[in-house]
């Protein structure tokens, strides 16, 4: 297992534009958490996939913002009419998570987003 | 959700044992702590997590009060490469809050 892969790393758009971003998790695991960091802040919770079920949406993820895990394995975050605050690192993360014990999170290297 | 907080930043001198802390006063009987760390230009990568037992692993020792209000990540001897930012994290929510950043001086 390569761990959890993200595309693209880098993205440069023109605001307006749509740009949509992919996360394959870890083979085995269930969950999976999208995330937005900006510089100097720690990652911020957008939302996350039990399975392909959408069980968690932040405030923070505005109606451009849409999430998806079909078939309950790689996950894309679309973002709609792109502005430049929406420039940031989207980070992916998965982890297994059945019955008790603790929710270990295995993050990808994140997909860079600049919007001109 | 419960909440944790850090020091924004600290300092330590290779070589030397490093103790950051974290406080967690609204932690419910149930909630793991988990620490994590950034490196520059990478993703957070899991450092350890406990219960209510103190626990050691290669990467670090996590020690746990006795009331769980409160926790300590402890680097044994600390390298260059360990400067990174910590987070403490709670639960099963998984915020990140600002975590500390731990500048490691040579």
């Known amino acids: 297992d390569t761990g959890v892969s993200q595309n693209p790393r880098h993205k440069i758009t023109k605001r307006g534009q749509n740009v949509t971003f992919r996360c394959d998790p870890i083979?085995?695991?269930?969950?999976l958490y999208w995330y937005r960091q900006t510089l100097g802040q720690g990652p911020e919770f957008l939302t996350y996939?039990?399975?392909?079920?959408?069980?968690?949406k932040s405030r923070l993820l505005s109606d451009r913002f849409s999430a998806e895990r079909p078939k309950g394995s790689f996950s894309t975050l679309e973002i709609q009419r792109t502005e430049q605050g929406d420039s940031a690192m989207y980070l992916c993360a998965s982890s297994y998570r059945g019955g008790g014990g603790a929710n270990v999170l295995t993050f990808g290297a994140g997909s860079r987003l600049t919007v001109l | 959700d419960a909440k944790t907080t850090q020091p924004n930043s600290m300092e330590s001198n290779e070589e030397e044992p490093v103790h950051l802390p974290c406080n967690h006063s609204t932690i419910s009987g149930t909630d793991y702590i988990h620490w994590y760390r950034q490196l520059p230009s990478q993703g957070p990568e899991y450092v350890i997590h406990?219960?209510?037992s103190n626990v050691n692993n290669r990467m670090a020792s996590l020690a746990i009060a006795e009331d769980r209000k409160s926790s300590t990540l402890i680097l044994h001897r600390a390298t260059l490469r360990d400067a990174a930012v910590y987070y403490c994290i709670l639960g099963d929510d998984m915020r990140f809050g600002a975590g500390t950043r731990l500048t490691v001086k040579p």
């Open positions: 083979s085995e695991h269930n969950r």
């Open positions: 996939f039990q399975n392909e079920a959408q069980l968690e």
């Open positions: 406990g219960l209510t």
